[in-house]
């Protein structure tokens, strides 16, 4: 059975960091990421890493978020830099594990950043 469990997150002042960690268990992931959701608005991607290492964010975050990830612990990071209040946010760690004919995607519990101005 899939288990993710989301660890990070909080309150920070504009222009402060925070760290998101997602343990992953139970089976091997094609990709990991990270998306997030603000109030009233959908979910959104931030960042993704395939097994192979490409790496894709979104405009919003390029240069100050930097996704990375460890094959021995199963683990994939978000660390955020320069956070400004429009990051506010849950954060939701997100898994696709391949399978014949697709992919099944997982997603962790959700940890809530605020970033106050």
């Known amino acids: 059975q899939v288990q993710l469990v989301q660890s990070g997150g909080g309150l920070v002042q504009a222009g402060g960091s925070l760290k998101l960690s997602c343990v992953a268990s139970?089976?091997?992931?094609?990709?990991m990421g990270w998306y997030r959701q603000a109030p009233g608005k959908q979910r959104e991607l931030v960042a993704t890493i395939t097994s192979g290492g490409s790496i894709n964010y979104a405009d919003s975050v390029k240069g100050r978020f930097t996704i990375s990830k460890d094959n021995a612990k199963n683990t994939v990071y978000l660390q955020m830099n320069s956070l400004q209040s429009e990051d506010t946010a849950v954060y939701y760690c997100?898994?696709?594990?391949?399978?014949?004919?697709?992919?099944?995607?997982?997603w962790g519990q959700g940890t809530q950043v605020t970033v106050s101005s």
């Open positions: 997100n898994l696709r594990r391949n399978v014949a004919g697709g992919f099944i995607p997982y």
């Open positions: 139970g089976s091997i992931f094609s990709s």
